[in-house]
């Protein structure tokens, strides 16, 4: 007979423990706010403007000096590589050409590495404040469009 009482206890608490569940559970849900999401290429957006091509010739007449010093430097090093593969200069004249190749291959490296270097940090200057004026502009409308 306790198991009986047991089982009916259970029953109940059971059957209230639903129904509290229940009317707790009845109160409709907030909506969730509505999100958009747009994906921009800013790399592409900014040099597609009128200042971004300004920037991009900019930078193409400050360095092309410099490049084309380093073309006819790569030029002398492959001839040089040329005369050594035919293997017709006396062992002197071979030594010296080594020697000189040598010292215009580092010279190559140096210069080609500094240029290099100078490129990435004026494309960095440019590309970071074109991306602050940017990403303003992009802000407003965002902020104005929803």
Do not use: C
Not at 42 to 49: G, S
Not at 69 to 87: I, M
Request: charged share 25%; proline share 2%; glycine share 6%.
């Amino acid at each position: 007979m306790k198991n009986y009482w047991t089982v009916i206890g259970a029953g109940v608490l059971g059957a209230f423990a639903l129904s509290t569940y229940s009317h707790s559970q009845t109160t409709a849900p907030n909506a969730a706010p509505i999100v958009k999401i747009a994906v921009v290429a800013m790399h592409d957006a900014m040099l597609a403007t009128q200042e971004g091509q300004k920037a991009q010739k900019e930078m193409v007449a400050k360095f092309e000096p410099r490049r084309a010093v380093l073309a006819n430097l790569a030029k002398e090093l492959q001839s040089g590589d040329e005369q050594l593969r035919k293997n017709q200069l006396a062992a002197d004249a071979r030594q010296k050409l080594i020697d000189d190749l040598s010292g215009k291959k580092k010279k190559y490296d140096r210069d080609l590495d500094d240029l290099n270097t100078e490129m990435q940090a004026e494309d960095n200057r440019v590309s970071q404040e074109m991306n602050q004026k940017f990403g303003k502009l992009l802000d407003t409308f965002a902020r104005a469009n929803g």
